[in-house]
Structure formats: C-alpha cells, structure tokens
C-alpha cells in the first residue's frame, strides 16, 4: 500500500516538475502509437467498411481470419518482425530495427486487425438497418460507403480508440523491436518494465500513472471533439 | 412531362430457396389515382411491392416500365413498414435524398423547408431523427419519399401500429399527393382505410391476384367468396 501511495505522489511530483525525462518517454509513447493508430486506420476503416457491404467469395473465411488475429501475442509478432528487420533478414538493408519507425510497424500489425474487425461489426448493423432504404434510393456503391462511414463515424471513433487502447500499453512487441534505447527507443511501458526490474517500484507506479492518465487524457481528448455522449447526439 | 407509367407485370414468379412467393402475377397500372393491395399476411403483398419498385429479383416473367429501368428508378419512391431513419437531423433526412442528386443548395434548402412545413416537424428539424415518435417518423419517411416528387409511389402499410390521429396525418398527405399527380400504390391490413382512399384495389391470396378492379365495386359487390369472407373479417387460410 505504500508503494502505491509512493508511487502515485512520486508521479504528482515528475508532472508538477516537468521532468525532462518522462516528457520525453510521454512523447515518444503518443508518437509511436498515434503513428500506427493513424496508419491502421487508413488500412482497417476502409477495409472493414468494405467486408460488411460487398459479397465476394472468401469472404466468411477473410473475416473469421481478421478475428482470429485480433487476439495477436504482441512478443510473437515483435520477433517476426525483428526477424524481417534485424540484419540478415529482408529488410535488413533498410536498418529500420532499433528504432521508432519499427516500433510503428510492429503495433499497426498488432492493432490494425481489432480496428478492422470492430469497424465491420458496427458497419454491418448500420448496413442491415440502412440497406433497403439505399437500395430504394437507387445510391452508388461510393454513395452507401460514403453514408455508412459518416453515419458511423462514432463507432468508427470507438474502434479506432480500442487500437490506441491496445497500442499505448502494449509492452511485449516494442520491447523486442525498438530494445528500449535510452533516449532512442524508450517509451513508457518499456521504461515501466525497467525500473520495476531494478527494484524502483516508486519510479516504475509514477511512469505507470502517467500512462493511465495519458490514455485517459487522450480518450477524453477525441470525445470532445466528436462531441459524442452529448444531449441531444448520438 | 414523359411518364414512366403504365407499369406491366407479365407472368411473374418470385421463388426462394425453392418456395413460390408469388405467382403468376400479370397486371397492368396505368392512370392516377391510389391503388390499394389487400390481402392476409402472407399472402405476397410486400413482395409483388417490392418486384414492382425493382428491389426484389424475379425468378421468372417481365416488369416493364414505358421507360428503361434505370430512368423508371430515378421518378419512383417507397416507404417501408417500419421507417428507416438516417442517423441524423430531421433536415439532413429530408435533404439526403435530393444530395444524393447533387441537387443545388439553395434548393435543397427550399424543398427541405417546404415538406418539414408540410409533414408538420418544422419544430423538430435540427433533432436527431431516431429520436422522434413513430408516428413522426413516418411523416419523415413519407416526405422524404415525396421530396423528390416521385411519379409512383409505394407503401407497405405506412399505418401500420400507428394511432388514429398519426393515420389521419399520413392519410392527408397521401391524398394530397395523389391530387399533385402522384400515382399511389399501397397495402394494408385496415380496411377502413383502404375504403377512404382507394381508386382502385388488388386483393391478393396464396400469391396471386384474386381480385381486383374499380374501389366502388370492390368494396361493394365482392365477387369471390374469399374476398367476401375478407371483409366479414373471416380468417382466410
């Protein structure tokens, strides 16, 4: 208990300070994962808009293949791609490991399935409520994309906000990939799993409250400007 | 202004997975006026509405338009059972269908204004759309149809678990647009309604047109025992 109230006033404390340090660590944690949430986005929005209005022939299997990788150990696909990245693998030319740049890749792998998988849940309910009204319409197929992701976007917001969830405190991946360098690749997960294997668990809980609170910061951030949960709103 | 009546229906067969949902249907609606489909559940009427607006594919026959399809499309309008409401605004509801056109603003503004007047929700244009009562709702969906200013227009039983004052709305804009030129074609299971509206009726059983012609004689002088035992109110099997 102790530690904990330790923690958390060491925490108050690095914030109220500005500490040089963990305002680096913070940044680079918002920048790797809203790099990969702004990727994946681009990939799983559109593809997972595009699995719930068109039939095409594997597309039972796409699906259940999408959901099976939502569930993606983090550590198995940090050492694929350290082994794609590392020096005798394919990409070795392009010295991408050990830096934030691989730490990207590896989390738009881990999050793009759960964004896209969640984006065709809400875009398939919003289909089968919309579609005898847009085929009565007469609409193009761009038309019916085009309404079903802006009369979605707040479920497209949550999907999208579940990716930055499972980005932000995912350790095991970028641990691997990035090596948690000094000043390099050191984020604040990795940095938590450092300082609580020296034994500095008040270090380790601060590290940890400033996390929480980012990821909470960040959420109520997107919330407020999408004006969702508003009276009135959707 | 061409029209894209009179609308033929040949020797039409709806199958699905082997089961006949109608058919044979052969039929011919020309003219104005409101032609109302009575008939039990089951009997086909969603779906001889539904093979006639295009949505529905045909196992077997002809729909024809005095025009090709993909323009019959552009002058027709349906309002389903259960409204369909956009999630947004009640105006961004009403200019939805005239967007899709790429109609013009100030346009778009004018007949918006014009049918939430009409369709009495010109207090309620900036609230969610989900938000209104069912009987509202289906005013939003009727004018959303008619924003377009359909030649035909199709309902499946646009009263259907609404209250007789909601009934009373929907009815006045239905004959209001039946007396703008709008033809009307419609099913419903209340035959009170379908005495005050109708010009002409189809009764439909087991998938087919059992009866059909003039309201007065219609209603009336019934030929069929089925339809005669109709509007006892008999359960027809």
Redesign the interface.
């Known amino acids: 208990m102790n530690d904990i109230f330790e923690g958390l006033v060491s925490a108050v404390w690095l914030v109220i300070s500005l500490d040089p340090e963990l305002i680096e660590i913070s940044v680079r944690s918002l920048q790797v994962t809203l790099g990969a949430l702004v990727v994946s986005c681009a990939i799983a929005l559109p593809l997972g808009t595009f699995l719930a209005i068109r039939r095409f022939r594997y597309r039972r299997l796409t699906i259940s293949v999408l959901n099976a990788l939502m569930g993606l150990p983090p550590v198995v696909v940090g050492l694929v791609v350290y082994i794609l990245l590392s020096r005798s693998g394919p990409f070795g030319v392009m010295g991408l490991l050990f830096t934030p740049t691989a730490m990207v890749i590896a989390q738009v792998i881990i999050i793009t399935p759960l964004i896209a998988s969640i984006t065709h849940q809400a875009m398939r309910e919003?289909w089968a409520?919309?579609h005898?009204?847009l085929?009565?319409?007469?609409?193009s197929q761009r038309?019916r994309i085009k309404?079903l992701v802006w009369?979605?976007r707040r479920n497209l917001l949550t999907a999208a906000l579940a990716g930055f969830g499972r980005g932000i405190g995912e350790v095991g991946a970028i641990m691997i990939v990035g090596g948690n360098i000094d000043h390099a690749t050191r984020v604040l997960t990795t940095a938590i799993a450092l300082e609580t294997g020296k034994g500095d668990f008040s270090l380790a809980l601060a590290l940890g409250f400033v996390l929480i609170a980012l990821a909470i910061g960040v959420n109520i951030c997107i919330h407020w400007l999408s004006r969702t949960e508003q009276e009135?709103?959707? | 202004m061409t029209t894209i009546l009179p609308l033929t229906l040949q020797d039409v067969w709806v199958r699905r997975r082997g089961k006949r949902l109608i058919g044979p249907v052969s039929t011919t609606l020309s003219g104005d006026g409101i032609t109302i489909i009575v008939g039990p559940n089951g009997s086909g009427k969603t779906t001889l509405l539904k093979v006639m607006?295009g949505?529905a594919r045909i196992s077997d026959g002809a729909v024809n338009w005095a025009v090709p399809h993909s323009e019959a499309?552009?002058h027709q309008?349906?309002v389903?059972q259960t409204p369909?409401m956009?999630?947004?605004s009640v105006a961004d509801n009403l200019r939805?269908?005239l967007q899709?056109r790429g109609m013009k603003k100030d346009e778009i503004e004018r007949r918006m204004a014009d049918w939430a007047q009409k369709t009495g929700l010109q207090d309620h244009l900036e609230?969610?759309a989900?938000?209104l009562s069912g009987g509202e709702k289906q005013r939003l969906a009727l004018g959303r149809a008619l924003i377009r200013r359909p030649e035909v227009l199709f309902l499946d039983e646009p009263c259907a678990n609404l209250d007789g004052a909601s009934t009373r709305d929907i009815e006045a804009l239905l004959t209001e647009a039946r007396d703008a030129g709008t033809r009307i074609i419609m099913t419903t299971h209340n035959i009170g309604q379908a005495k005050r509206l109708a010009d002409d009726a189809i009764f439909m059983l087991h998938g087919a047109i059992k009866e059909n012609g003039l309201a007065e004689a219609f209603f009336e002088t019934p030929q069929s025992t089925e339809l005669k035992a109709f509007f006892r109110g008999d359960i027809i099997a």
Request: aromatic share 14%; charged share 20%.
């Open positions: 919003l409520e919309y005898d009204l085929i009565s319409l007469n609409t038309q309404t009369d979605g009135g709103r959707w | 607006h949505v499309q552009h309008g349906y389903f369909i956009l999630r947004r939805y269908p899709l609230i969610s989900t938000r």
